[in-house]
């Protein structure tokens, strides 16, 4: 019997709410993921692609329960691809709980993701080390031991463009370590930066805590500037930053990124180039019973003033404009989504992951799609334990026009794949694609992957 995660039952039927008052909107991009809660955002830049790391709030938390991380990526900002989890708790023997906020960065042909975990043998919050020779994983434990202890959180490593290597973390200090070129171990010893109010800002009313510096920092370079990004003040958080000429200070604070916003006290930036155009990464609460530790990961793009000042950044729902078109002429795995309704995903059977928990009315978006001359059949990669159903191929809304309509029957298992087609017409020029799943009661079918053909993109 499968049994829906709350994530998705809550998001279908706040999907049923709004479909009854706007039958044919189309939804917004932000949050970035429908599928589970997301927290952290981590994005590196790698390959044409943004792989997006995250930590995974459980359903129902009522704290930062949090057993591993997961991962995203995308190569046009809107439609990603969900990755699973490349990593948990269970990566590292000696990790007791807290799978919290981490950054991932590739050097010498290898990904390291620095992660905080508890350490089960202190008690202590320490530094752990992952490492794959793929940005999808599996990542393994590259020492069996923490890097580095302290009993503080949240670290970001940057590449110099000298080669060497800094690792930061802190709250309620900020500590950075000289990495060695093996990404693995650091030379000298852990040094503390001066939490200074001409660095970060001035608090008030927290004598303990004179400046504004919270936790999560995000370290980068860029034109010869050197920022940190970070959460700010408590509690509810908002996202500020410094600025220094060495990768080791003096900083100077610069102002809001991010003001308190949002029904999540807790915030946390990434920031990166992409394609020419500038983005931040966020947290939120926005998803149906989200909160502080039900958070879910967002972006938006935005541009540096002219003196590389950051300018202040509202949350939205519209999120990132698209940079890019979708090729639905090329398989493109069910899991890729721009936005989704009643959708959760898990491991295939035949590699990667597939959509699943589908009912009826259930739908996929992928944003952008460049049908180009005019696609004339799709086929889908499906599989049923149950009778089957209908995928409704519609163009602009999920009761927008229908293009074709595909039947699926019973496989005989949730993992028992089979591939169905059907004709298509009217998909043309760049047009959103919904995928809606139609049928009787219960569980309807799994999806791994889908393909037109007939056309050639616009």
Known sequence: MRSRPLLGALCAAAMVVTAAVLPTAAHADNPIVQTVYTADPAP???????????????????YFTMKEWRLYSSDDMVNWTDHGSPMSLATFSWAKSDAWAG???????????YVPVTNRATGRMAIGVGVASSPTGPFTDALGHPLVENGEIDPTVFVDDSGQAYLYWGNPNLWYVRLNTDMVSYSGGVTQIPLTTAGFGTRTGNTARPTLYEEGPWVYKRNGLYYNVFAAKCCSEFIGYSTAPGPTGPWTYRGTVMPTQGSSFTNHPG??????????????????GGGGYTRSVAVEKFTYNADGT????????AGAPQNGTLNPYTR????TIAWSSGVETEAASEGGRNIGYLENGDYVKVKGVAFGSGATSFSARVASATAGGRIEVRLGSPTGALAGTCTVASTGGWQTWTTVSCPISGATGTQDLYLRFTGGSGYLFNVDWWRFTGGTPG
């Open 310 to 317: 950051i300018p202040t950044i509202t949350m939205t729902s």
């Open 103 to 113: 950054q991932v960065i590739n050097r010498n042909g290898k990904f390291y993701w």
């Open 332 to 335: 493109q795995e069910a899991e």
């Open 271 to 288: 920031v990166i180039d992409f394609k020419g155009s500038s983005y931040f990464f966020y947290h939120n609460g926005a998803l149906p």
């Open 44 to 62: 590196l830049v790698y390959n044409g692609r943004v792989y997006l790391y995250t930590g995974h709030d459980e359903d129902n938390s009522t």
